[in-house]
């Protein structure tokens, strides 16, 4: 039994064997390397499968009868997406209204609330692992660093049954990688680019493993620090790049092996 303690701080291929006419042992060997080339070929495509948990057990994205699209730490690297409005850009039928950094209002399928002042539930549930962060008037607790993170699921349609009722139009999932228990790990990313010409980005990462006792207790940091420079001016108030962003935290879980208890002794 697993305790984990969650803190946070803001190809297919066809193969075509040509029969043999003649009784001798190369067919056999040729059955025999065919089938082992076949096993290894499914074990490469198994290995590129994604494997999801969107409805609370694991399952290839394929098998699961839901609209589901799902990123793994190194596409989120690849596309650049650090946070919700890279996810609503790369999800099909998503869109975003963010006027601020904790008002998230996402569009799925068409249905949204625009409730902030009405205090309406907003129509797609935001979850970092188990909690939930979404909260009354499409805001969000914390915006979240996707960075050495597990998969993030954004599951379009209603999810009620397993979401609750604030995820009428669907539900995003930010499942995070827990701590290794045996072996020590770094990693560390940085992104700097410019939008335009004067607007420079800037963002840094790091994570940190470390097992506190071999199988038993471990620690996984992370911290991150953003500082992008707008690229939007403000003609009302004359202000230059005035969509400047400067974000920074981290989060920190710890996780412990806990032995199973005993069955309690009974007496025949």
């Not at 066809?14 to 499914?42: C, K």
Request: with cysteine.
């Amino acid at each position: 039994m697993k305790a984990k303690l969650l803190a946070s701080a803001c190809a297919a291929t066809l193969f075509t064997v040509t029969p043999a006419f003649a009784q001798d042992a190369a067919p056999a060997a040729v059955a025999a390397d065919t089938e082992a080339s076949a096993d290894n070929q499914d074990d490469a495509a198994n290995s590129q499968d994604i494997v999801v948990t969107a409805t609370r057990r694991a399952e290839r994205i394929q098998d699961v009868p839901i609209s589901i699209t799902a990123f793994r730490q190194e596409e989120l690297t690849e596309k650049g997406i650090v946070g919700y409005e890279g996810i609503a850009r790369e999800t099909p039928g998503v869109v975003l209204n963010r006027p601020t950094q904790n008002f998230n209002n996402f569009t799925s399928r068409g249905i949204a609330t625009n409730g902030y002042n009405a205090n309406l539930q907003s129509s797609v549930a935001v979850y970092i692992d188990e909690l939930p962060v979404s909260t009354i008037g499409n805001t969000t607790v914390v915006d979240p660093n996707l960075f050495d993170v597990e998969r993030v699921e954004f599951l379009r349609g209603p999810q009620g049954t397993l979401f609750g009722s604030g995820s009428l139009s669907g539900a995003l999932r930010i499942l995070t990688r827990s701590p290794d228990l045996n072996n020590f790990d770094v990693s560390a990313l940085a992104d700097l680019g410019f939008t335009g010409s004067d607007s420079f980005r800037q963002r840094y990462n790091l994570m940190l493993n470390m097992p506190v006792v071999n199988d038993k207790l471990g620690i996984r940091a992370v911290g991150f620090y953003r500082n992008e420079e707008g690229y939007l001016d403000n003609v009302g108030t004359g202000v230059h790049n005035s969509n400047t962003l400067i974000d920074w935290g981290g989060r920190v879980i710890v996780e412990a092996d806990r032995p199973a208890l005993h069955p309690p002794a009974r007496l025949l």
